[in-house]
Protein backbone atom coordinates (compact mmCIF):
# COMPACT_ATOMS: atom_id res chain seq x y z
CA UNK A 1 0.00 0.00 0.00
CA UNK A 2 2.83 2.02 0.69
CA UNK A 3 4.63 1.79 -2.55
CA UNK A 4 1.26 2.44 -4.18
CA UNK A 5 1.24 5.85 -2.58
CA UNK A 6 4.64 6.75 -3.17
CA UNK A 7 3.75 5.99 -7.05
CA UNK A 8 0.98 7.41 -6.84
CA UNK A 9 3.15 10.52 -5.46
CA UNK A 10 5.77 10.17 -7.93
CA UNK A 11 3.09 9.96 -10.82
CA UNK A 12 1.42 12.97 -9.41
CA UNK A 13 4.58 15.16 -9.35
CA UNK A 14 5.97 14.52 -12.94
CA UNK A 15 1.88 15.51 -13.66
CA UNK A 16 2.57 18.96 -11.86
CA UNK A 17 6.26 19.09 -13.04
CA UNK A 18 4.94 18.80 -17.03
CA UNK A 19 2.18 21.51 -16.55
CA UNK A 20 5.13 24.07 -15.69
CA UNK A 21 6.05 26.05 -18.51
CA UNK A 22 9.61 26.07 -19.70
CA UNK A 23 11.57 28.86 -18.35
CA UNK A 24 12.38 32.01 -20.31
CA UNK A 25 15.80 31.88 -21.56
CA UNK A 26 14.89 28.24 -22.56
CA UNK A 27 11.61 29.35 -24.47
CA UNK A 28 14.26 32.67 -25.90
CA UNK A 29 17.14 30.43 -27.11
CA UNK A 30 14.68 28.23 -28.88
CA UNK A 31 13.46 31.08 -30.18
CA UNK A 32 16.56 32.05 -31.68
CA UNK A 33 17.70 29.07 -32.48
CA UNK A 34 14.61 28.58 -35.05
CA UNK A 35 15.05 31.59 -36.36
CA UNK A 36 18.76 31.61 -37.36
CA UNK A 37 17.79 27.99 -38.83
CA UNK A 38 15.16 29.01 -41.02
CA UNK A 39 18.10 32.36 -42.04
CA UNK A 40 20.48 30.03 -42.64
CA UNK A 41 18.69 27.75 -44.91
CA UNK A 42 17.50 31.16 -46.99
CA UNK A 43 21.39 31.51 -46.98
CA UNK A 44 23.29 28.58 -48.22
CA UNK A 45 20.23 28.56 -50.60
CA UNK A 46 21.41 31.07 -52.97
CA UNK A 47 24.80 30.67 -52.45
CA UNK A 48 24.70 27.14 -53.62
CA UNK A 49 22.51 27.69 -56.37
CA UNK A 50 25.09 30.20 -57.60
CA UNK A 51 27.95 28.35 -57.03
CA UNK A 52 25.83 25.19 -58.98
CA UNK A 53 25.02 27.60 -61.80
CA UNK A 54 28.53 28.90 -62.10
CA UNK A 55 30.17 25.48 -62.48
CA UNK A 56 27.84 24.06 -65.15
CA UNK A 57 28.00 27.53 -67.22
CA UNK A 58 24.87 29.09 -66.27
CA UNK A 59 26.05 32.60 -64.37
CA UNK A 60 26.42 35.21 -67.08
CA UNK A 61 29.99 36.16 -66.92
CA UNK A 62 30.93 39.82 -65.71
CA UNK A 63 33.45 41.88 -67.51
CA UNK A 64 35.28 44.12 -65.15
CA UNK A 65 34.30 47.70 -65.12
CA UNK A 66 38.23 48.51 -64.89
CA UNK A 67 41.66 46.61 -65.45
CA UNK A 68 44.47 48.77 -63.92
CA UNK A 69 47.87 46.63 -63.58
CA UNK A 70 47.31 43.27 -61.65
CA UNK A 71 44.10 44.64 -60.38
CA UNK A 72 40.59 44.37 -61.85
CA UNK A 73 37.25 45.65 -60.42
CA UNK A 74 33.89 44.20 -59.88
CA UNK A 75 30.63 44.91 -58.22
CA UNK A 76 31.03 48.47 -57.99
CA UNK A 77 28.54 51.36 -59.03
CA UNK A 78 27.31 50.56 -62.74
CA UNK A 79 27.56 54.61 -62.68
CA UNK A 80 30.64 55.47 -62.08
CA UNK A 81 32.83 56.70 -65.56
CA UNK A 82 35.62 54.05 -67.01
CA UNK A 83 38.00 56.67 -66.14
CA UNK A 84 37.40 56.24 -62.23
CA UNK A 85 40.63 54.73 -60.76
CA UNK A 86 40.70 51.19 -58.63
CA UNK A 87 41.16 53.47 -55.81
CA UNK A 88 38.92 56.35 -56.38
CA UNK A 89 36.21 53.09 -56.40
CA UNK A 90 37.40 52.04 -53.06
CA UNK A 91 36.89 55.37 -51.79
CA UNK A 92 33.35 55.17 -52.93
CA UNK A 93 33.07 52.09 -50.68
CA UNK A 94 34.74 53.46 -47.68
CA UNK A 95 32.93 56.66 -48.21
CA UNK A 96 29.70 54.47 -48.08
CA UNK A 97 30.17 53.24 -44.42
CA UNK A 98 27.63 55.06 -42.27
CA UNK A 99 28.19 55.71 -38.41
CA UNK A 100 28.90 52.09 -35.95
CA UNK A 101 29.13 49.93 -39.25
CA UNK A 102 32.03 47.85 -39.84
CA UNK A 103 34.28 47.17 -42.43
CA UNK A 104 34.92 43.29 -43.79
CA UNK A 105 37.60 42.26 -45.59
CA UNK A 106 36.15 38.85 -47.31
CA UNK A 107 39.68 36.95 -49.32
CA UNK A 108 39.81 33.94 -51.52
CA UNK A 109 43.67 34.69 -52.19
CA UNK A 110 45.91 31.74 -51.95
CA UNK A 111 46.82 30.92 -47.93
CA UNK A 112 50.34 32.05 -47.66
CA UNK A 113 52.60 33.83 -44.56
CA UNK A 114 52.71 36.53 -46.71
CA UNK A 115 49.26 37.26 -47.93
CA UNK A 116 48.28 36.03 -44.36
CA UNK A 117 50.10 39.13 -42.73
CA UNK A 118 48.83 41.24 -45.87
CA UNK A 119 45.62 40.71 -45.29
CA UNK A 120 46.14 41.64 -41.24
CA UNK A 121 47.81 45.12 -42.07
CA UNK A 122 44.89 45.93 -44.31
CA UNK A 123 42.33 45.15 -42.04
CA UNK A 124 43.88 46.98 -39.12
CA UNK A 125 45.15 49.77 -41.79
CA UNK A 126 41.68 50.18 -42.53
CA UNK A 127 40.29 49.85 -38.57
CA UNK A 128 42.95 52.55 -37.31
CA UNK A 129 42.02 55.03 -40.49
CA UNK A 130 38.39 55.04 -40.51
CA UNK A 131 38.32 54.46 -36.81
CA UNK A 132 35.63 51.58 -37.05
CA UNK A 133 35.15 47.90 -36.19
CA UNK A 134 36.86 45.64 -38.72
CA UNK A 135 36.32 42.07 -39.76
CA UNK A 136 38.59 39.35 -41.91
CA UNK A 137 36.93 36.70 -43.17
CA UNK A 138 38.65 33.66 -44.69
CA UNK A 139 37.00 32.20 -47.64
CA UNK A 140 35.38 29.96 -48.46
CA UNK A 141 35.12 28.55 -44.55
CA UNK A 142 33.91 31.92 -43.30
CA UNK A 143 30.65 31.16 -45.12
CA UNK A 144 29.72 28.83 -42.85
CA UNK A 145 29.86 31.32 -39.83
CA UNK A 146 30.91 35.21 -40.34
CA UNK A 147 28.85 34.65 -43.50
CA UNK A 148 25.51 33.65 -42.73
CA UNK A 149 25.36 37.42 -40.51
CA UNK A 150 26.69 39.38 -43.58
CA UNK A 151 23.82 38.39 -45.51
CA UNK A 152 20.91 37.18 -42.89
CA UNK A 153 21.96 39.89 -40.80
CA UNK A 154 21.31 43.81 -40.67
CA UNK A 155 22.75 45.94 -43.43
CA UNK A 156 25.22 47.00 -41.02
CA UNK A 157 28.43 46.07 -43.37
CA UNK A 158 31.14 47.72 -45.99
CA UNK A 159 32.27 44.90 -47.81
CA UNK A 160 35.67 44.18 -49.59
CA UNK A 161 36.12 40.83 -51.22
CA UNK A 162 39.51 39.81 -52.80
CA UNK A 163 39.91 36.68 -55.26
CA UNK A 164 43.27 36.38 -57.38
CA UNK A 165 44.36 33.56 -59.88
CA UNK A 166 45.56 30.92 -58.26
CA UNK A 167 49.33 29.81 -58.77
CA UNK A 168 48.32 25.88 -58.22
CA UNK A 169 45.28 24.19 -59.00
CA UNK A 170 44.92 20.40 -58.79
CA UNK A 171 41.95 18.74 -60.68
CA UNK A 172 38.96 17.31 -58.41
CA UNK A 173 38.16 13.37 -58.79
CA UNK A 174 35.06 12.38 -60.36
CA UNK A 175 34.73 15.85 -61.38
CA UNK A 176 35.06 17.79 -64.70
CA UNK A 177 36.18 20.68 -62.69
CA UNK A 178 39.05 21.67 -60.28
CA UNK A 179 39.44 23.07 -57.03
CA UNK A 180 40.25 26.73 -58.04
CA UNK A 181 37.39 26.74 -60.20
CA UNK A 182 35.08 25.41 -57.54
CA UNK A 183 36.45 28.15 -54.89
CA UNK A 184 35.66 30.67 -57.37
CA UNK A 185 32.40 29.49 -57.80
CA UNK A 186 32.06 29.95 -54.22
CA UNK A 187 33.36 33.16 -54.34
CA UNK A 188 31.04 34.76 -56.78
CA UNK A 189 28.30 32.85 -55.68
CA UNK A 190 28.77 34.88 -52.13
CA UNK A 191 29.17 37.83 -54.26
CA UNK A 192 25.91 37.35 -55.66
CA UNK A 193 24.31 36.41 -52.35
CA UNK A 194 25.30 39.87 -51.14
CA UNK A 195 24.78 41.75 -53.97
CA UNK A 196 20.99 40.49 -54.22
CA UNK A 197 20.12 41.51 -50.58
CA UNK A 198 21.49 45.43 -51.42
CA UNK A 199 24.91 45.17 -49.54
CA UNK A 200 27.56 47.53 -50.08
CA UNK A 201 31.00 45.81 -51.72
CA UNK A 202 33.23 45.91 -53.86
CA UNK A 203 35.64 42.93 -55.66
CA UNK A 204 39.38 42.90 -56.41
CA UNK A 205 40.46 40.74 -58.14
CA UNK A 206 44.52 40.32 -58.11
CA UNK A 207 45.44 38.96 -62.06
CA UNK A 208 48.71 37.28 -62.35
CA UNK A 209 51.82 36.45 -60.28
CA UNK A 210 50.50 37.33 -56.75
CA UNK A 211 54.05 38.76 -55.48
CA UNK A 212 52.95 41.45 -58.15
CA UNK A 213 49.77 42.23 -57.43
CA UNK A 214 50.42 43.08 -53.69
CA UNK A 215 52.36 46.28 -53.77
CA UNK A 216 49.77 47.42 -56.04
CA UNK A 217 46.80 46.59 -53.91
CA UNK A 218 48.51 48.02 -50.73
CA UNK A 219 49.27 51.06 -52.48
CA UNK A 220 45.48 51.33 -53.74
CA UNK A 221 43.96 50.88 -49.72
CA UNK A 222 46.19 53.39 -48.97
CA UNK A 223 44.96 56.13 -50.97
CA UNK A 224 41.48 54.64 -50.87
CA UNK A 225 41.88 55.77 -47.51
CA UNK A 226 43.33 59.31 -47.82
CA UNK A 227 40.83 60.07 -50.27
CA UNK A 228 37.88 59.06 -48.44
CA UNK A 229 39.33 60.96 -44.91
CA UNK A 230 40.11 63.65 -47.27
CA UNK A 231 36.28 63.44 -48.27
CA UNK A 232 34.52 63.14 -44.75
CA UNK A 233 34.98 60.00 -44.03
CA UNK A 234 36.94 60.13 -40.96
CA UNK A 235 35.90 58.53 -37.56
CA UNK A 236 32.76 59.21 -36.82
CA UNK A 237 31.23 58.33 -32.95
Not at 17 to 40: D, K, S, Y
Not at 62 to 80: D, F, M, N, R
Not at 218 to 236: F, H, I, N, P, T
Amino acid sequence: EQTAQDEGHQLALAGRQGMEPLPLEVRAHAVVEALLFVRRREVLGDRDAARVAYVFGDLPAEGPLIVEGAISVYGAAQGQPASVSVAERLSTLFRQRRPHDYVAVLSFLPRTEPLDQLLQELRNRIGERLSCATMLGIGPRYLHSTGQLYKGGPDDGVFLLLTGDDPVDLPIPGASWTFSILKQAQALGDLQALQQRGRRLLRLHLRGPLDGAVPQLRQVVDDALAAALAKGAGARL
